[in-house]
Antibody, heavy 122, light 110 residues
């Protein structure tokens, strides 16, 4: 059974760095084709893909946020960590992690976490 | 950065059929865009129903189907049920490993 769970602070101040952890089970991030992505959703707005880390430690980031994002995996703990620097009130929203499979012609986010709500306010 | 374009809202009657579409600002959507369709019901996390244009997950109801239609990705719901009322997001894969979500379609069943 695949599960993912996000954790992190519910409130951060502007200019601070946000650190979020995705703890997963039911799969290994060392298996070929496995990836974990972070996606966020501002209140009442659309989903927005942020970053991805792959089984081979390849990483990719949303172009417009590349300078503020960092993603890394700890395979021993089954965790993926996302940091977002210089937080702004516009970064307020629910942050989701999701497993992604990339194998042959398959590309899918198949399992999602419940999400964690982050508010940016002084 | 590419933009993925969806209808902001659609309304369908129970038992009816509706098609949602997903276009790319960079040109026609193809199989290489690996279109995914994600459903989000109110207050719930997203759930992916369709991937790689037309493949279904084990939890995807049979009344949902994906296709390519006139240079766009399409999600067709047949025999629509009241519980299908939700926001539907398309996502496309672009070069450089970028994944872009559309703005979402709010589907009302009325």
């Amino acid at each position: 059974q695949v599960t993912l769970r996000e954790s992190g602070p519910a409130l951060v101040k502007p200019t601070q760095t946000l650190t979020l952890t995705c703890t997963f089970s039911g799969f290994s991030l060392t298996t070929s084709g496995m990836c974990v992505s972070w996606i966020r959703q501002s209140p009442g707005k659309a989903l927005e893909w942020l970053a991805r880390v792959d089984w081979d430690d390849d990483k990719s980031y949303r172009t417009s946020l590349r300078t503020r994002l960092s993603i890394f995996k700890d395979t021993s703990k089954n965790q993926v960590v996302l940091t977002v620097t210089n937080m702004d009130p516009l970064d307020t929203g629910t942050y989701y992690c999701a497993r992604m499979r990339m194998l042959g012609a398959t590309r899918t986010f198949d399992y999602w976490g419940q999400g964690t709500l982050v508010r940016v306010s002084s | 950065q590419p933009v993925v374009i969806q209808e902001p809202s659609l309304t369908v009657s129970p038992g009816g059929t509706v098609t949602l579409t997903c276009a790319s600002s960079t040109g026609p959507v193809t199989g290489g865009s690996y279109a995914n369709w994600v459903q989000q019901q109110p207050g719930q996390p997203p759930r992916t129903l369709i991937y790689s244009t037309n493949d279904k997950h084990s939890w995807t109801p049979a009344r949902f189907s994906g296709s390519l239609l006139g240079g766009k990705a399409a999600l067709t719901l047949s025999n629509v049920q009241p519980e299908d009322e939700a926001d539907y997001y398309c996502l496309l894969y672009f070069g450089g490993a970028q994944v872009i979500f559309g703005g979402g379609t709010k589907l009302t069943v009325l």
